[in-house]
């Protein structure tokens, strides 16, 4: 972008957060073409809006073209601001919202991969409860990776999160939820399906290829792990399941998500007396959050037996 670089006007307008709105989807999508859904707009229409935000602001913003979409430094840094700018907006919204004798707002709740599966339903349940109590509640429901959800709570992009109970910041308050139980998983493919357990022993695990995951384990878990030989990861326990149900590796899955295909005679426990551990789950807000009548009514009914 040629030329002298003009500054930001004076006041931030409609206009201006609508773009940076655009801005955010864009990069959240990964590019313009991915966001048209997004956006419900077109790419056209995608490409004039973020021009019209570079030459506000003045920066270059981004790259696109045949090396894919990329953001520039400056870049990155007007995406942290923006996003600091729409998650006060929203505390705005939901704190004059809290004026109002109906309960108003916006719910944004960010949850770990395969939980729906759970025999214990209670976000289900809390999710159900929340919109009866508040039925203009806007709920805004995020699958991330547990540490994706974790800094996005701690910055104000999502107002709770559910995730493993594994490093977790003490700036966050944390209420148990449930136990979620691992076991040891082979598919009908794998030559120890059709083998006795007693036939062999967890320690001749090391014989076998083995999945093992990227994402922070429990201490229990990172002992059951530390006794497979891993040679392939995965990030996310959906990624797990793929492989083991090629036949080639053995990995933990966690009960719930196993079941379905355990029921089909696709894969089975082994030595499951053994071979297991627990998850514990919880739900996550920050200690220093403002008061928000959205969020406490859904705690609340988290909290319900």
Known sequence: MAGRRQALPGSVTDFDLR???????????????????ELGISRSAISLHMGDLERRLGLRLCRRGRGGFALTEEGREVLEAAQTLLACLETFRTEVNALHHSLRGELNIGIT????????MRITHALAALKARGPEVRIQMHMEPPGEIARAVLDGRLHLGVVPEVGLAASLEV???YGETSRLYCSDEHPLFATDDS???????LRWDAVVPSYPLPEAGRVQHARLRGTATASDREGAAFLILTGAYLGFLPDHQAAPWVAAGRLRALWSSDCHYLTPFVAIVRRDRR???VL????????QP
């Open 199 to 205: 036939a062999t022993s967890p320690p001749d695990l």
């Open 175 to 177: 209420r148990p939820l």
């Open 113 to 120: 991969d395969t939980l729906v599966s759970l025999p214990e």
């Open 291 to 293: 008061p928000n009548r």
């Open 19 to 37: 773009l940076l709105r655009v801005f955010r989807a864009v990069v959240e999508c990964g590019g313009f073409s991915a966001a048209e859904g």
């Open 296 to 303: 406490e009514a859904f705690i609340e009914a988290l909290e």
